[in-house]
């Protein structure tokens, strides 16, 4: 591999994503030290640049960062490390330090389905009276029915050529085996492996 290209001050940006959704979690600097640190332990580290020390993320708080992979950009300057994410990313207790709208809009963008896991995933911690999610973790035959029922309904939208209805019902369907995947505790690690085998 192509030796890691540091800046003058001997740093490394470093983009970490949360493994199961590509959702940015944070933007933060390591250098060589906090780089070798990462893979000798399998957790983030990064160099403080204000207080000029290396730094366990989540040493204090507990919002510890697994790495899954580390990845070098096409000039080895830049690293993107995806993490299994404990707690909140964020010092502000937001999961993603990216939160502060600028310009545009995430909605219609794929940051939906991080956002749609955290409230699935919540009605499962804090069940709510009324809650439709609720209601299909408590009736798992209903859950079930849901998802064939949605996928066949993606089926039929196809046959009839109909935009509207195709993103309509493959949203239903989304939603439907999300809810599936968070009361099942599918790990998605091991979806997404046998994905990887299927690129051919």
């Not at 000039?75 to 993490?83: F, H, P, Q, Y």
């Not at 990313?89 to 940051?111: E, I, K, L, M, N």
């Not at 949605?150 to 039929?156: D, P, S």
Request: proline share 4%; aromatic share 8%.
């Amino acid at each position: 591999m192509e030796p890691l290209k540091y800046d003058e001050k001997g740093l490394i940006p470093v983009i970490v994503q949360d493994y199961r959704t590509n959702e940015v979690l944070m933007l933060a600097y390591a250098n060589a030290e906090a780089v070798q640190k990462m893979q000798d332990t399998g957790y983030t580290w990064f160099w403080s640049r204000s207080r000029r020390k290396l730094w366990h993320k989540g040493e204090e708080s507990g919002h510890v960062q697994k790495i899954r992979s580390i990845q070098a950009d096409c000039d080895s300057d830049t690293l993107l490390v995806r993490v299994e994410q404990t707690g909140a990313a964020c010092h502000t207790g937001a999961p993603s330090c990216f939160f502060r709208q600028v310009w545009g809009s995430p909605d219609g963008t794929a940051a939906v389905i991080p956002d749609l896991l955290r409230v699935i995933e919540d009605r499962k911690k804090n069940p709510e009276e009324g809650s439709y999610t609720c209601k299909l973790f408590d009736d798992e035959t209903k859950m079930c029915k849901k998802v064939v029922e949605e996928a066949a309904e993606v089926a039929l939208a196809v046959k009839d050529h109909a935009p509207d209805e195709e993103a309509s019902e493959l949203a239903d369907l989304i939603y439907h085996t999300l809810v599936v995947v968070v009361k099942e505790g599918i790990p998605l690690g091991r979806v997404y492996g046998e994905l990887a085998g299927r690129r051919h």
